[in-house]
């Protein structure tokens, strides 16, 4: 964990109990503060949990509730050889997006899904695969979405 920060790092927060309780990117750094991009936060000033937007936010670097900084090893990343390094093909991406989503549907259920995810299978809102695991970390389609959706207001209609 790193104490000063560089664009590219991960910047981590803790709440009063010692625990780290948030994340964000690190976008830039200037002499008296960090700028981040953060998820699943808020417009509102300091670490907001669950505030359900992206938003870019800035603090003090000696803000009292960041724990730190993460910096990713790139050596470990594979190097991509094209004529232009900042370019990609369509086929490399769609390999790459392929494999991530591979992985991601491998993932299993966090404690906190397990109630909402069972009482979503339990009544008939969400079905899963052709073998009814939910796959908890799949992207939802549209499609996905708009059945959902549907099987929630009948649900609720009845």
Not at 44 to 62: H, I, M, P, T
Not at 123 to 139: A, R, S, Y
């Amino acid at each position: 964990m790193y104490k000063t920060p560089q664009p590219g790092d991960q910047i981590f927060f803790g709440d009063s109990s010692g625990n780290c309780s948030h994340t964000g990117l690190v976008v830039a750094v200037d002499s008296s503060k960090v700028y981040t991009v953060e998820g699943n936060t808020s417009s509102a000033a300091g670490v907001v949990a669950n505030g359900g937007c992206v938003r870019a936010k800035s603090y003090a670097l000696n803000y009292k509730n960041i724990y730190g900084y993460g910096r990713p090893n790139w050596t470990l990343a594979p190097q991509i050889e094209e004529e232009d390094d900042d370019m990609i093909t369509q086929e490399q991406f769609n390999q790459m997006m392929d494999n991530y989503l591979k992985e991601l549907s491998k993932q299993q259920a966090y404690a906190w899904e397990l109630p909402g995810l069972n009482w979503a299978q339990t009544n008939g809102i969400m079905v899963g695969d052709d073998t009814g695991n939910l796959m908890p970390h799949k992207f939802l389609t549209r499609g996905e979405a708009a059945a959902v959706v549907m099987r929630l207001a009948e649900k609720l209609n009845k």
